[in-house]
Structure formats: C-alpha cells, structure tokens
C-alpha cells in the first residue's frame, strides 16, 4: 500500500467533515471516490498533499502515511510532500505564461536552470501527456491560447515534470465536453502505469470506467471502499447502492 489512512477525522472549527476514515491505496492503480455534493470527497482528496493547511481553523486527527511516513509529522518536509503529490483542479489552471515556461516551472523552483535539461524535461514532459507532437513549435505561444483539454492536459505535463509519486484529480474532466473528457480519461489510464492517481468525481460513468477501485462517501464517512466492479454490481451496503442506482445525490 502506498497510502494509508487510519482513524482520520478532520474538523473545519466546529463542523467535522471526516469522520473516522479508515482507507488504503494500493501503487499503479486509479482510485476513484464518488459521493454527492458536500459529502467531504474534495477534503479527502486535499489531505494527501496537505492543502487543507491553507484553511483557517482547520484541525485533523488520526494518521495518513505515504510510503509508511506521516505527513503530518512535524519533521515532514511539505515543500517535498507537495512535489511528490500533485494535484489537477476542475478547470484547468494553467499560468499566463509561454506554454514552454508551464512545464518548466516546478524544475526551476527546484533549482534546474540550465537550458538542455530544461528542454528535455519539457520535451518529455508534454510527450506523456500526448501533447508534444501537436504543440511542439508553438511552446513559444501563451498557454491561455490552447483549448480547454490541452490546458489540462498541460496542467499535468507541468505536474509530472518534477517527477511526482502520486496524483490527485479533483473533478479533472468536469469543465470539458465529452470528447475531451475521453481523450483526458484515456491519459489517465496510461499514466496509471507509472503513478498512483486518485480521482474524485461527481461522474458515476466515468468511474466505473477509469477506476480500479472506488471509495463511496456520505456526510462525511467513507462508507464503502471496494473493487469497482463490487461497488458497481454488489455494494455491501444499502446507501452505496442508493446512491449508484440514483435513489439520492
């Protein structure tokens, strides 16, 4: 397991929106958390690389290990943490900068500023995202210029060019039509061969198609973890299946 939650509760002040989560993830695979709106999918999703620490009043118990390390240590290098998870928001975010300069900015935060390895970085980088060959003499040009899927697209070039373990997808597809939806699903499920990914989706559909296994939660507690195919065809319990076969969310 490359990820283990044990006795998680995470409280924003007085409203706790975890509540006693107990999960683990296994490397490689695409884990997919489902859940109606409001039911803490996103705030579990932030734990993994800490970004919950932003938010004001924000207390956490329990422990959350990667590689068997607690990263809520107080000797766990964040700054590591965050290079190591990354992370893609529903709507693309990349910065108003040359495309080029997208990719290569996690490199330069880190240090690397010499031009050869830059550009085999970069090179490398959108090429894993299936990107490098339709954009290649336009690295140049804003990153605003390209459509909404290749901004995306982009945003995980820029991820994987700091060379991460895991990533975390927040409703990556959610902004895009259906076509650039399966383009971006069809990354996913190659990129699953060298990084373990979390998605949280509104999206039922998509995954049963993209995930291995799949988390279910309501208010707050994760109700169900299992295989997809479980989860889908037999869940264990009365409110997963409500909420698969549309009864409420």
Same mark, same amino acid.
């Given at each position: 397991?490359?990820?283990?939650?044990?006795?998680?509760?995470?409280?924003?002040?007085?409203?706790?929106?975890?509540?006693?989560?107990?999960? %683990? #993830?296994?490397? $490689?695979?695409?884990? !997919?958390?489902?859940?109606?709106?409001?039911?803490? *999918?996103? =705030? @579990?999703?932030?734990?993994?690389?800490?970004?919950?620490?932003?938010?004001?009043?924000?207390?956490?118990?329990?422990?959350?290990?990667?590689?068997?390390?607690?990263?809520?240590?107080?000797?766990?290098?964040?700054?590591?943490?965050?290079?190591?998870?990354?992370?893609?928001?529903?709507?693309?975010?990349?910065?108003?900068? %040359? #495309?080029?300069? $997208?990719?290569?900015? !996690?490199?330069?935060?880190?240090?690397?500023?010499? *031009?050869? =390895? @830059?550009?085999?970085?970069?090179?490398?980088?959108?090429?894993?995202?299936?990107?490098?060959?339709?954009?290649?003499?336009?690295?140049?040009?804003?990153?605003?210029?390209?459509?909404?899927?290749?901004?995306?697209?982009?945003?995980?070039?820029?991820?994987?060019?700091?060379?991460?373990?895991?990533?975390?997808?927040?409703?990556?597809?959610?902004?895009?039509?259906?076509?650039?939806?399966?383009?971006?699903?069809?990354?996913?499920?190659?990129?699953?061969?060298?990084?373990?990914?979390?998605?949280?989706?509104?999206?039922?559909?998509?995954?049963?198609?993209?995930?291995?296994?799949?988390?279910?939660?309501?208010?707050?507690?994760?109700?169900?973890?299992?295989?997809?195919?479980?989860?889908?065809?037999?869940?264990?319990?009365?409110?997963?299946?409500?909420?698969?076969?549309?009864?409420?969310?």
């Amino acid at each position: 397991m490359i990820i283990k939650i044990a006795n998680l509760n995470l409280y924003y002040d007085k409203f706790q929106a975890l509540k006693n989560v107990n999960l %683990s #993830i296994k490397e $490689n695979l695409i884990t !997919g958390i489902i859940g109606p709106s409001g039911c803490g *999918k996103s =705030t @579990l999703l932030r734990v993994f690389n800490r970004m919950n620490d932003l938010i004001k009043n924000v207390k956490i118990t329990g422990s959350i290990l990667i590689d068997e390390k607690d990263i809520y240590s107080p000797v766990y290098d964040l700054i590591l943490l965050r290079k190591n998870v990354g992370m893609v928001f529903q709507r693309p975010n990349a910065f108003p900068i %040359s #495309i080029f300069d $997208n990719v290569a900015y !996690g490199p330069r935060v880190w240090g690397i500023n010499d *031009k050869k =390895t @830059l550009i085999e970085i970069v090179e490398r980088s959108l090429a894993a995202v299936d990107l490098f060959d339709s954009i290649k003499d336009r690295l140049k040009d804003s990153a605003l210029s390209l459509s909404a899927e290749k901004q995306q697209r982009l945003c995980i070039a820029r991820l994987l060019a700091v060379e991460p373990q895991i990533l975390l997808m927040d409703e990556p597809c959610s902004a895009l039509d259906p076509i650039a939806t399966g383009k971006i699903e069809e990354l996913m499920l190659e990129l699953k061969k060298k990084y373990t990914i979390i998605i949280v989706t509104h999206n039922m559909q998509q995954a049963a198609r993209v995930a291995d296994e799949v988390g279910f939660m309501l208010l707050g507690e994760l109700i169900e973890f299992n295989s997809v195919k479980k989860i889908f065809t037999n869940p264990s319990d009365e409110r997963t299946f409500g909420y698969i076969s549309g009864r409420f969310g």
